[in-house]
């Protein structure tokens, strides 16, 4: 069972064109937390999200927590080539398990 | 430059020969994992170490070892790989715990023929 589900798996776009991929899952999370993974690279921290309903903004990368802490969403403003990567959210359960779950990962691919 | 170093990037191998894929960061941090990714499975864990000298499995244990000698380093190794551990592997290192904020290695992409 994938208790993080994320959409969508892959996303091609043009440049300057704008994007949204969410990250669901039906349990609760104290937090999440977001990371672009280039080709050849490792996963980099972007955003840790930690109350219901926050809002926070990395330049055109916009994140937000669901206010039931059991959703997230990843809004990326007239997108680059640059942005090109995989994007994976994770989440801190805390209450029922003491490890970091990842989610299934968006592979986006931004066209020149 | 704060970062976790693994070694080598890239291992072509043969199946039985055994390898060690080192790990290595400069954080101080007491927490330190082992992932592979493979695609359509996304990232899966195989061990942890919460500090020097304490280890456990992850998910995916099977066909790996690790040791904690020294709070900087967590070298995983196979001692006898197999093709099914053909793979992309990944340390990593948290500050805060095995559920913080993870700083990853840039990768290293195993092929076991």
């Known amino acids: 069972t994938q208790l993080l589900e994320q959409s969508p798996q892959f996303l091609s776009i043009q440049e300057g064109e704008n994007l949204t991929v969410y990250c669901n899952s039906s349990s609760v999370f104290s937090s999440l937390q977001w990371y672009r993974q280039e080709p050849g690279e490792g996963p980099v921290l972007l955003v840790t999200?930690?109350?219901?309903?926050e809002v926070k903004k990395l330049k055109r990368l916009t994140f937000q927590f669901g206010d039931a802490r059991k959703d997230s969403s990843l809004h990326i403003t007239a997108a680059q080539p640059g942005d090109t990567g995989l994007y994976l959210c994770?989440?801190?359960?805390?209450?029922?398990?003491?490890?970091?779950?990842f989610g299934t990962g968006t592979r986006l691919q931004v066209f020149p | 430059e704060a970062q976790v170093t693994q070694n080598p990037r890239y291992l072509i191998t043969v199946t039985g020969k055994k390898l060690t894929v080192t790990c290595s960061q400069n954080?101080?941090?007491?927490?330190m994992s082992w992932y592979r990714q493979d695609p359509g499975l996304g990232l899966r864990q195989i061990y942890y170490?919460?500090?020097?000298?304490?280890?456990d499995k992850g998910d995916v244990p099977e066909g790996y070892k690790v040791s904690r000698k020294e709070k900087r380093n967590f070298p995983l190794i196979l001692e006898s790989p197999s093709p099914n551990q053909t793979s992309l592997y990944f340390c990593?290192?948290?500050?805060?715990?095995?559920?913080?904020?993870?700083?990853f290695g840039s990768g290293t992409r195993l092929t076991v023929v």
């Open positions: 994770a989440g801190e359960a805390r209450v029922w398990t003491d490890k970091l779950i």
């Open positions: 990593a290192s948290s500050l805060e715990g095995r559920s913080g904020s993870y700083t």
């Open positions: 954080m101080n941090h007491e927490y």
């Open positions: 170490s919460m500090n020097v000298e304490v280890t």
């Open positions: 999200v930690v109350t219901g309903g």
